[in-house]
Protein backbone atom coordinates (compact mmCIF):
# COMPACT_ATOMS: atom_id res chain seq x y z
CA UNK A 1 0.00 0.00 0.00
CA UNK A 2 1.68 3.35 -1.33
CA UNK A 3 1.67 6.19 1.49
CA UNK A 4 2.59 9.62 1.43
CA UNK A 5 3.84 11.11 4.22
CA UNK A 6 4.27 14.65 5.26
CA UNK A 7 6.75 16.38 8.16
CA UNK A 8 8.76 19.29 9.48
CA UNK A 9 5.30 21.81 9.57
CA UNK A 10 5.71 23.66 13.33
CA UNK A 11 5.16 26.84 14.30
CA UNK A 12 7.76 29.65 13.61
CA UNK A 13 8.38 33.21 13.63
CA UNK A 14 7.83 35.55 10.54
CA UNK A 15 11.45 36.07 8.58
CA UNK A 16 11.91 32.33 9.95
CA UNK A 17 12.91 28.66 7.92
CA UNK A 18 11.08 25.29 7.63
CA UNK A 19 11.57 22.29 5.14
CA UNK A 20 9.01 20.02 4.68
CA UNK A 21 9.25 16.89 3.70
CA UNK A 22 7.07 14.11 1.47
CA UNK A 23 7.85 10.45 1.74
CA UNK A 24 6.25 8.45 -0.25
CA UNK A 25 6.42 4.08 1.25
CA UNK A 26 5.36 1.14 0.23
CA UNK A 27 5.98 -0.80 -2.98
CA UNK A 28 6.10 1.29 -6.18
CA UNK A 29 8.42 1.54 -9.46
CA UNK A 30 8.92 5.30 -9.00
CA UNK A 31 7.36 8.83 -8.12
CA UNK A 32 6.96 11.15 -11.50
CA UNK A 33 5.35 14.82 -10.98
CA UNK A 34 5.20 15.50 -7.41
CA UNK A 35 3.41 18.54 -5.94
CA UNK A 36 3.07 20.84 -2.61
CA UNK A 37 -0.76 22.88 -2.02
CA UNK A 38 -1.91 24.40 1.23
CA UNK A 39 -5.21 25.47 2.82
CA UNK A 40 -5.24 28.12 4.38
CA UNK A 41 -8.67 28.42 7.52
CA UNK A 42 -11.87 29.20 5.27
CA UNK A 43 -9.86 29.12 1.76
CA UNK A 44 -9.65 26.68 -0.89
CA UNK A 45 -6.69 24.51 -1.34
CA UNK A 46 -3.97 26.13 -3.31
CA UNK A 47 -1.10 24.55 -5.59
CA UNK A 48 2.18 26.21 -4.02
CA UNK A 49 5.18 24.17 -6.37
CA UNK A 50 5.37 21.19 -8.22
CA UNK A 51 8.60 19.48 -9.59
CA UNK A 52 9.39 16.65 -12.38
CA UNK A 53 10.88 13.38 -12.25
CA UNK A 54 13.78 15.03 -13.89
CA UNK A 55 13.98 17.94 -11.75
CA UNK A 56 12.03 20.87 -13.71
CA UNK A 57 10.00 22.78 -11.16
CA UNK A 58 7.57 25.54 -10.75
CA UNK A 59 6.58 28.25 -8.38
CA UNK A 60 2.95 30.20 -7.23
CA UNK A 61 4.16 33.65 -7.76
CA UNK A 62 3.51 34.75 -3.57
CA UNK A 63 6.78 31.87 -3.07
CA UNK A 64 9.07 32.77 -5.98
CA UNK A 65 12.16 33.49 -4.69
CA UNK A 66 11.06 32.28 -0.98
CA UNK A 67 10.34 28.62 -1.41
CA UNK A 68 12.68 26.03 -3.23
CA UNK A 69 11.32 22.17 -4.03
CA UNK A 70 13.33 19.18 -4.49
CA UNK A 71 13.38 15.63 -4.56
CA UNK A 72 16.08 13.00 -3.90
CA UNK A 73 14.67 10.12 -6.11
CA UNK A 74 16.50 7.56 -4.59
CA UNK A 75 14.73 8.26 -1.16
CA UNK A 76 11.82 8.67 -2.69
CA UNK A 77 11.25 12.09 -0.67
CA UNK A 78 10.26 15.61 -1.70
CA UNK A 79 10.97 18.50 0.06
CA UNK A 80 9.81 21.89 0.11
CA UNK A 81 12.08 24.39 1.83
CA UNK A 82 10.40 27.34 3.31
CA UNK A 83 12.38 30.70 3.85
CA UNK A 84 11.67 34.15 4.94
CA UNK A 85 8.43 32.90 6.02
CA UNK A 86 5.33 35.53 6.44
CA UNK A 87 1.65 35.08 8.70
CA UNK A 88 0.13 34.84 5.36
CA UNK A 89 1.56 30.98 5.18
CA UNK A 90 0.17 29.77 7.40
CA UNK A 91 -1.85 27.13 5.85
CA UNK A 92 -1.74 22.83 6.31
CA UNK A 93 0.52 21.87 3.44
CA UNK A 94 -0.36 19.02 1.27
CA UNK A 95 1.97 16.61 -0.58
CA UNK A 96 0.76 15.13 -3.98
CA UNK A 97 2.51 12.77 -6.09
CA UNK A 98 2.21 10.92 -9.29
CA UNK A 99 2.67 7.05 -8.45
CA UNK A 100 3.96 4.60 -11.06
CA UNK A 101 3.23 1.47 -9.58
CA UNK A 102 5.48 -1.50 -10.60
CA UNK A 103 2.08 -2.58 -13.07
CA UNK A 104 3.30 0.61 -14.38
CA UNK A 105 -0.19 2.13 -13.88
CA UNK A 106 -0.05 5.61 -12.32
CA UNK A 107 -2.15 6.81 -9.67
CA UNK A 108 -2.68 9.61 -7.82
CA UNK A 109 -2.36 9.91 -3.80
CA UNK A 110 -2.37 12.74 -1.68
CA UNK A 111 -0.53 12.96 2.09
CA UNK A 112 -2.31 13.66 5.31
CA UNK A 113 -0.74 17.50 5.77
CA UNK A 114 1.26 19.00 8.06
CA UNK A 115 0.65 22.61 9.86
CA UNK A 116 2.46 25.48 9.34
CA UNK A 117 1.93 28.11 11.63
CA UNK A 118 4.12 31.73 10.98
CA UNK A 119 3.20 33.92 13.99
CA UNK A 120 5.09 36.28 16.56
Known amino acids: QVQLVESGGGLVRPGGSLRLSCAAS????????TAWYRQAPGKEREWVAD???????NYEDSVKGRFTISRDNAKNTVYLQMNSLKPEDTAVYYC??????????????WGQGTQVTVSS
Open 96 to 109: NADIIHMSFRQQNF
Open 26 to 33: GTFYSINH
Open 51 to 57: ITYGGTT
